[in-house]
């Protein structure tokens, strides 16, 4: 993986668990992510995101049962 998140991951529409934690990516959060919708695990803990607020747009992930944004520097509800 590069150092960001690659915008076109959300042409991995199938997927349903996706780990990326500990991996030190930077940035942002693509807002494509959200088109993820049959994503039940979302894991980006310990990463250095760009701080700010988690983005709106994971509010779309309707199947996500689990997500962690810890040790991270983003801020917020979903």
Do not use: R
């Amino acid at each position: 993986i590069k150092k960001q998140l690659p915008g076109e991951l959300h042409n991995l529409s199938a997927l349903t668990h996706l780990d990326i934690s500990n991996n030190k990516l930077k940035g942002t959060i693509p807002n494509g992510l959200s088109k993820m919708t049959k994503l039940t695990y979302l894991f980006l803990a310990k990463n250095d995101f760009d701080a700010g607020i988690i983005p709106a747009s994971l509010g779309n992930l309707t199947s996500l049962e689990e997500l962690s944004l810890k040790d991270t520097q983003l801020t917020g509800t979903i």
